[in-house]
């Protein structure tokens, strides 16, 4: 079973709109949330992070707001460049703090 | 500063071939991972490591084996190929605590 979701494959946008990307988790227990961009051909690279004491972080362009009770977090892109195209991935460890467990991704597209 | 560095980039295996994938880090992290990526399936992980002579199951382990002798490396073995390990495998470290996981390049594994 999924313990990280994104349920949205893709997402469309123009440049210069707000993107926003989801990411819904299962256990109540996991308290470390991070967001990773992927270009094709190349790895994950770390894009921003969110710790369970707060709802929300910010790191220029994004931003990430987390809502504990409905285990949902958001990662806001303003305002979205075409250079922003990659695929998003929410990550989560484990219960235990081991294992990073990664959702399906979600492929943002920005037009110019 | 080399960061996550896998070898092979590319590779073609044949049915029932064996093979290491090859992965290290130059940053002295605690932790380590295997995951492979299938497309519209996201990061799925195969196995992890907390410590030199520690490693534990992921998420899809099958046919696949690791092991963990120094903190610098994690290699992954193929023992008998199967067409459905044809993927893109990506190996990551993270230092838990720290706020992001590094990834290698990723290695492109066919086999036929």
């Known amino acids: 079973d999924q313990q990280v979701k994104q349920n949205s494959p893709s997402l469309s946008v123009q440049e210069g709109r707000i993107s926003i990307l989801n990411c819904d988790y299962t256990?109540?227990?996991?308290?470390?949330f991070l967001w990773y961009k992927k270009y094709p051909a190349e790895g994950p690279t770390f894009l921003i992070s969110?710790?369970?004491?707060?709802d929300k972080n910010e790191d220029g362009r994004f931003t990430v707001f987390l809502n504990k009770s409905a285990k949902h977090l958001s990662l806001h892109i303003v305002p979205s460049q075409p250079g922003d195209s990659a695929v998003y991935f929410c990550?989560?460890?484990?219960?235990?703090?081991?294992?990073?467990?990664f959702g399906k991704g979600t492929t943002l597209s920005v037009s110019s | 500063n080399a960061g996550v560095t896998q070898t092979p980039k590319f590779r073609i295996l044949k049915i029932g071939q064996s093979m290491t994938l090859q992965c290290t880090q130059d940053m002295n992290h605690n932790y380590m991972y295997w995951y492979r990526q299938d497309p519209g399936m996201g990061l799925k992980l195969i196995y992890y490591?907390?410590?030199?002579?520690?490693?534990d199951k992921g998420e899809v382990p099958n046919g696949y084996n690791v092991s963990r002798s120094t903190t610098e490396d994690f290699p992954l073995r193929l023992e008998l190929a199967a067409p459905s390990q044809t993927s893109v495998y990506f190996c990551?470290?993270?230092?838990?605590?720290?706020?992001?996981?590094?990834f290698g390049q990723g290695t492109r594994l066919t086999v036929v």
């Open positions: 990550a989560s460890f484990n219960q235990a703090g081991t294992a990073l467990i």
């Open positions: 969110i710790s369970s004491i707060k």
């Open positions: 256990n109540s227990m996991f308290d470390y």
């Open positions: 490591s907390v410590g030199a002579g520690i490693t």
């Open positions: 990551a470290s993270i230092n838990r605590g720290v706020t992001e996981a590094f």
